[in-house]
């Protein structure tokens, strides 16, 4: 099992920045490919962004490519995602996925633990 929680979600104003973080416990952290995942109120959740357990590679939404980066460092068992030049259209909760593979890309199925979510609110 792992066990996930996510922070650093608020409130921001368009074109603003914020850094979530997702803390992984549980079994070992660094053997997972992790991602993020989105919803927006009345919307289906989506992709954002996904990283491979050694993070080397990575992979992102277009909608999010060129303003977020997502990042891992195995020996704090955090993940992280920089979301910069925040839009409106970002607003959703936000969650950290993690899977039992080496990296599971934007397939929300290959994902086995969620955490809870944080929510994010860009305001225009």
């Known amino acids: 099992q792992v066990q996930l929680v996510e922070s650093g979600g608020g409130l921001v104003q368009a074109g603003g920045s914020l850094r979530l973080s997702c803390a992984a416990s549980?079994?070992?952290?660094?053997?997972?490919?992790m991602g993020w995942f989105r919803q927006a109120p009345g919307k289906e959740r989506e992709f954002v962004a996904a990283?491979?357990?050694?993070?080397?590679?990575?992979s992102y939404a277009d909608s999010v490519k060129g303003r977020f980066t997502i990042s891992r460092d195995n020996t704090k068992n955090t993940m992280y995602l920089q979301m910069n030049s925040l839009q409106p259209e970002d607003t959703a909760v936000y969650y950290c996925?993690?899977?039992?593979?080496?990296?599971?890309?934007?397939?929300?199925?290959?994902?086995?633990?969620w955490g809870q979510g944080t929510q994010v609110t860009v305001s225009s």
């Open positions: 549980g079994r070992t952290f660094g053997r997972n490919g």
């Open positions: 990283i491979s357990w050694t993070g080397r590679t990575t």
């Open positions: 996925a993690a899977a039992r593979t080496y990296f599971s890309g934007s397939n929300s199925d290959q994902y086995d633990y």
